[in-house]
Structure formats: structure tokens, C-alpha cells
């Protein structure tokens, strides 16, 4: 929602990853942003206007000179932008940037913005490991612009090394990040997601239809509001949320060992996680044979260790502890139970079963019942959203 309307400039200078602007505009532009592209003449060798122009729905900015009709262009794109990202950055134009140069349309504009700026070096190793470059990017960052660490990997030239130009998923991540504000600064979370596996045999398991979505949702929404992350998950299917820290377990006994390990030093616990509640009492180490004659099989489970309650009874006064409940009937009395149970600050309760909502869909409804008995509705929308409207009221409570 962050991009949603939002005027955004972006810089293209003359690199051979200019090619990855174009997917890094398509992206700002699925988003909701108004992009305004300013590209170098040099850019201009690697990509054509066209593309920028077509899919931006806006002229690009090149030559200050060329439309007459509004004399200061660079000044209101400056003064309307919200953001700056420049991808890729050259060695030349962060060297003039740094000094403060204003010759072409680009560094002209750029010394006119007072709006957060993301700068993407992209180059050959040894020039981006070059002092000067490494100074100027440096006099950038002191003055407050953010500078996106390049990727390592074989470049245009044959080299291998740092230099590349990150994924433009990744750029417009960070971007998100650079626009979101850090409410969140300085506090540590632990988020437990995913669902836990429990073995039965070495090829089955007993387990759930969690996707990892919502818990994964709010990782990425606390990291972004400037949380320090670390993210316990069992075996799901998605990419661990940019600078987060991930813990991969399977079993009840796993998730239970690694959020107990960082407990102490975590301010806000929130257990998204859908814990198997029994396990085989013995599973076996060998495959259990189908066998003729018998077309019943039972299988002893015992109850695994609550997890969230072993935290509720070792929680500090100043940590906020926050439960999910999945929940098929009686929502709210069943999730306040819980609550006084387990000793918890709030929980975050789903009515499950419906295609939007709850287990694996991008989408989710809840109601979030307060150690007080006061309560408020989250309505049906995507996790993100789901995650950040939760942030808020943990930050409410905890002020
Ligand atoms: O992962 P998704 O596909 O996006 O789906 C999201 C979700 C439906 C899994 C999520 O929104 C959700 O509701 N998670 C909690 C599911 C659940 O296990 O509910 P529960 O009522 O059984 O457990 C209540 C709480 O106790 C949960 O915070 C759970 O993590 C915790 N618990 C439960 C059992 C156990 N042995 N240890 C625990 O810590």
C-alpha cells in the first residue's frame, strides 16, 4: 500500500543493468505509483526511451532544455517527488552526486530533492571497490541517502565479485522499507509460523494446512516498521522476508526448543504458528508395512508440549505476548479462554474453514481480543495489511 499514489522518480544512468529498471518501473507501477523516469544520455545507449515512456504513462526526463513549456520540470518533479531510487547508479554519477554536480537533467533534479533517495551502485569490482567511489558513496550515505549494497556474482565484464545490481524485487523491497516508518526501531520480535511436522514412520508425518503466510506477513511488516526479526518457521513454501533471521524446524519439540532459546531477548512474542497438539508416542524408525488382513491401523498420540503456555508462565512483565487461534465454532469464547490460559496479551483469533480467509489463503479475517476483554474486528484483507493493523495495536497496548 506504501506506493499507493505515490510520485516516484527513478534515476537510470548508464550501465549495463539498466535492463533491470524496467522490471523495477513495472513493479512500482503494479503498486499504484506515479513513476517519473530521468535517464542519462548514456542510459539512453542501454535502453531505450520507449519502454520507459510506455510503460511509466509518463514523458521520461532527459534534456532539461527540450520541453519548453514548463521551464523548471526538474524542480516540480523534485518538489512532488517521494521518493528517489537510482538503478543502477554509475561510479560517474554517484562521483557527481557526492560532489554535488548539477549537469544533466538526473543531477540537476537530485540536488533539488528533499524526499528519502535509495542509491544502487552498479559496476565492475574493482571500481566499486575503488577509494573514491567507496568515499563518495560514503559522503551519500552520511548525508543521509540511502545506498543499496550491490550483489556479488560473474558481471558484464567476465569478473566475479561484488558489483551486480540487485533483483529489482529486492530494490523495490528495500524501497518499501526506506518508506515505511520505524515504529518498531529497536525492539526485538520472535514470530513462530508455519505449521509443525510430527513423524510417524521415516516417509509420513502428521501435520496442518498452514501456509506460513500470515505469520511470514507479519515478519515482513515488523522488519519493515524496524524490528530486529527472528522468524521460527516449520516447513513452508516461501522466501525468508528480507532481513529477517529464519529458523527452520519441523517437530512441536523443535519450534518449542528455538523460541524458548530467544525468549530473553525478545520484547514482542507472536505465535502465528499451527502446532500439532498430539504426536506418536514412538514413532517408528522403519516404514510401517501395510499388512494383509488388517485394513484398520491405530495410531498411539500423545499431547505435545503448549508452547505458548510455557511462554505465558515465563514471560517478564514488560514482554507482549500474542496468540493466534484457529477456531471452526464459538470464535470469541473459545480465543478468550485462551487468553486467560495461557497468560497472554492478546490474541488474534480466525474463524477457519473459509476459502479467504485462515489457513493458505492470501487473505484473512480476525478478531483481536484483548487481556482487558476489549476486542476490535479486523474485516477481511491481505495478510499484510492483516499483519500491520495487528503492529498498531501491539504498539498501542505496549505504550
Ligand atoms: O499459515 P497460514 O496458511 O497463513 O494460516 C494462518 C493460520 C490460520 C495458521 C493462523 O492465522 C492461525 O490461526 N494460527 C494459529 C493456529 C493454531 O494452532 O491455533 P490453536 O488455537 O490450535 O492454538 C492457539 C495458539 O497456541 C497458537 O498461537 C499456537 O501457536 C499455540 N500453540 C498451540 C499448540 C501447541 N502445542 N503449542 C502452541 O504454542
Not at 71 to 78: G, R, T
Not at 98 to 106: F, P, R, S, T
Not at 352 to 362: C, H, I, L, T
Not at 383 to 396: F, G, M, P, S, Y
Amino acid at each position: 500500500m506504501i506506493f499507493e499514489n505515490k510520485h516516484i522518480l527513478l534515476g537510470i544512468t548508464g550501465g549495463i543493468a539498466a535492463y533491470k529498471a524496467v522490471e523495477l518501473l513495472r513493479l512500482l507501477k503494479k503498486a499504484g505509483a506515479d513513476v517519473t523516469v530521468i535517464m542519462t544520455e548514456n542510459a539512453k545507449k542501454f535502453v531505450g526511451i520507449t519502454t520507459f515512456e510506455v510503460l511509466s504513462e509518463n514523458p521520461v526526463l532527459s534534456d532539461l532544455y527540450f520541453d519548453t513549456n514548463t521551464s523548471v520540470k526538474h524542480i516540480d518533479l523534485a518538489q512532488k517527488a517521494d521518493a528517489v531510487v537510482i538503478a543502477p547508479a554509475t561510479a560517474n554519477t554517484i562521483a557527481k552526486l557526492a560532489a554535488g554536480i548539477a549537469d544533466n537533467a538526473l543531477t540537476t533534479t537530485l540536488l533539488a530533492v528533499t524526499c528519502p533517495v535509495m542509491v544502487c551502485p552498479s559496476m565492475n569490482t574493482d571500481m566499486y571497490q575503488n577509494i573514491r567511489v567507496q568515499r563518495n558513496l560514503d559522503i551519500l550515505e552520511k548525508d543521509g541517502w540511502h545506498i543499496l549494497d550491490p550483489d556479488s556474482g560473474v558481471l558484464a565484464c567476465k569478473t566475479t565479485g561484488a558489483g551486480r545490481l540487485p533483483e529489482p524485487w529486492f530494490i523495490f523491497d528495500r524501497m518499501e522499507a526506506m518508506l515505511t516508518r520505524k515504529d518498531l526501531k529497536g525492539k526485538r520480535v520472535l514470530i513462530s509460523a508455519g505449521p509443525t511436522v510430527e513423524a510417524i514412520d521415516p516417509v509420513r508425518f502428521i501435520s496442518n494446512h498452514s501456509s506460513g503466510k500470515m505469520g511470514f506477513a507479519v515478519a515482513k511488516a515488523a522488519e519493515k516498521r524496524g524490528a530486529d526479526v527472528t522468524l521460527v518457521s516449520g516447513p513452508v513454501h516461501l522466501e525468508t522476508p528480507v532481513g529477517v533471521t529464519r529458523i527452520s524446524i519441523e517437530s512441536c519439540d523443535e519450534m518449542a526448543a528455538q523460541m524458548l532459546l530467544h525468549l530473553g531477548e525478545a520484547d514482542i512474542i507472536i505465535k502465528v504458528a499451527a502446532v500439532a497438539d498430539y504426536r506418536p508416542i514412538d514413532p517408528k524408525s522403519s516404514k510401517i508395512k501395510k499388512k494383509d488382513g488388517h485394513n484398520e491401523l491405530t495410531l498411539d498420540m500423545v499431547e505435545t508440549q503448549d508452547i505458548l503456555k510455557l511462554i505465558g508462565e515465563k514471560k517478564t512483565k514488560k514482554q507482549f505476548l500474542v496468540g493466534f487461534a484457529a477456531e471452526t465454532e464459538d470464535l470469541e469464547k473459545n480465543a478468550a479462554l485462551k487468553i486467560k490460559k495461557k497468560n497472554l496479551d492478546m490474541i488474534a483469533a480466525n474463524l477457519v474453514g473459509a476459502e479467504d480467509s485462515g489457513f493458505k489463503a492470501d487473505t484473512n479475517k480476525v478478531k483481536l481480543i484483548f487481556r482487558d476483554g476489549s476486542s476490535s474486528d479486523i474485516p477481511l484483507m491481505k495478510k499484510e495489511q492483516v499483519a500491520n493493523i495487528l503492529i498498531d495495536h501491539i504498539l498501542d497496548k505496549m505504550r
